[in-house]
């Protein structure tokens, strides 16, 4: 504009703050609408029928949008319980259920919906709490016969890294995220997306199969890491380890 007032400049500018007032009252309706919203809940009620009992709020775990905690109560009890939402049928469930103590309860491992239209499944288990920082000679104890565990068991695992071990308060441990998981008799392998440039042992690639010496290799870096002996094996390791924590016998005076 060139600063000359005419009728024209002055209906150009009335409809352009007629439009500017119209948006500005759209945005707040918007607002206003969105503020009236209930939150979708983080699992849709399709996913825990009514013939599997009811379940509370759902909240995140950590910070992945598909992995949620919440507390199901069920005929014979409520429990607090992780829900891994996944887009693959692949889970180590068989690996989880024998691993028995040293990883969560697994109830189920299931399509998402009952009429399996979803494409998506789910693994809902025992839900544990945050452990400790510090590992203890008891928690070093545990995780060689954890590995002696998988070795006869037939069990591997495939991402034993630190996150994904939970070192309890009473020195226990417990294993998380079974995704990978397997019986060494399926012939379980590493997906193919997994990320190579974490910290892995010789040999493990996209596609590979997935050995005890790996599970293995990730244990001894964590040794390494708190200061403790490398493992030599875990047979003889976790005989010596209970040997040393059998209360010594007084010897009586003749």
Known sequence: ???????????????????????????????DF???LS?????????????????DEARLLRSNPRVFWTTWARENGTHEVVVKLMSTSRYGSAAQKKAGDFAPHLYVHRPATEDHCSGFYIAVMDRVRAGVESAVDLHRTNLIRLLQHFRTSGIVHGDLHRQNIILLEDGNVKVVDW???GLVDDEPC??????????????VAAGAPIKHE????QIELLF??????????????????????????RKLAP
């Not at 590493?190 to 040999?203: E, F, R, S, V």
């Not at 790996?214 to 290799?217: E, G, I, S």
């Open 34 to 36: 969105h503020h009236q």
């Open 214 to 217: 790996h599970d293995r290799y």
């Open 179 to 181: 995704d990978w998981a």
């Open 1 to 31: 504009m060139d600063g000359n007032t005419n009728v024209w400049n002055e209906r150009r500018t009335l409809q352009l703050a007629a439009y500017f007032g119209i948006c500005t009252r759209l945005c707040r309706e918007i607002a």
């Open 190 to 203: 590493y997906p193919w997306t997994i990320n190579l440039k974490n910290q892995w042992a010789p040999g």
């Open 224 to 249: 390494k890491e708190w200061g403790w002996s490398l493992l030599k094996d875990e047979k003889r390791d976790a005989d010596e380890e209970l040997e040393h924590e059998k209360p010594k016998k």
């Open 39 to 55: 939150p979708a809940p983080y699992l849709c009620p399709q996913i825990f029928p009514r013939a599997d009992g009811s379940i």
